[in-house]
């Protein structure tokens, strides 16, 4: 979804310098000033887009839900979930929106429990309900939340790994870990061997 710096618009850039502001700092935390400087632009240019911060943050909310309505679209309804090139976009550009809905859950921001239903529901839609007493959306939810707990133990999960989380590197071996964790069963079949093989093999794999 995301295009080279140069190539975006200047409301585009501020909208992605939030979502870094947003979830390195928190609303409170993130500042007009702060978020201008990020995006290259004046802090009134920021208010003429989106008025408030707050006009910022629900913009960001509503980028995010779009955001990973399309990646599931593309990568498990189009069958991308399998291409390497997919897989490589995904751990370029997921990071800064998944630490942007991390935060917002733990700050209690305004959108956050709207995202996460939204994110259990996209997850339920491929779940199997292998056990039929546990409500399928209950399954989703609870795997929903075990994954965007990865991203809060951002800073303990680089020191395990040797590399930080967020790198290239430190994403593919956090995907890989999850896949060979996750039951294969939970979804429908194929999903996982072919997220599997999309994802580049880490350094650590290889030696």
Same mark, same amino acid.
């Given at each position: ?13 501020? #909208? ?23 995006? =290259? ?5 920021? +208010? ?29 309804? +189009? =069958? ?11 751990? #370029?550009? =997921? @990071? ?38 546990? @409500? ?22 680089? #020191? ?7 790198? @290239? ?5 956090? =995907? ?17 061997? +072919?997220?599997?093989?999309?994802? @580049? ?7």
């Amino acid at each position: 979804m995301e295009t080279p710096e140069s190539d975006l618009t200047a409301r585009a850039r501020i #909208r992605d310098a939030a979502l870094v502001e947003f979830g390195q700092r928190g609303e409170k935390g993130a500042t007009i000033r702060t978020i201008a400087a990020r995006a =290259g632009v004046s802090p009134g240019l920021v +208010q003429f887009h989106f008025g408030t911060k707050s006009g910022l943050r629900a913009t960001c909310d509503a980028y995010v839900l779009e955001y990973l309505r399309t990646e599931v679209d593309l990568g498990i309804d +189009q =069958g991308g979930i399998g291409d390497p090139a997919f897989a490589a976009e995904a751990l #370029r550009t =997921g @990071p800064p929106v998944t630490r942007y809905l991390v935060r917002a859950l733990i700050d209690g921001s305004p959108g956050a429990d709207a995202m996460f239903d939204e994110v259990v529901d996209l997850t339920a839609r491929y779940l199997r309900a292998s056990d039929p007493s546990v @409500p399928l959306r209950a399954k989703a939810a609870v795997m929903v939340a075990m994954k965007l707990g990865i991203s809060a133990f951002a800073a303990q999960l680089s #020191r395990s790994f040797g590399v930080d989380l967020y790198s @290239p590197e430190g994403m593919s071996l956090s =995907g890989r870990a999850q896949l060979d964790l996750l039951n294969p069963e939970l979804s429908e079949p194929g999903i996982f061997e +072919q997220a599997r093989q999309s994802l @580049p093999a880490t350094d650590q794999e290889q030696s």
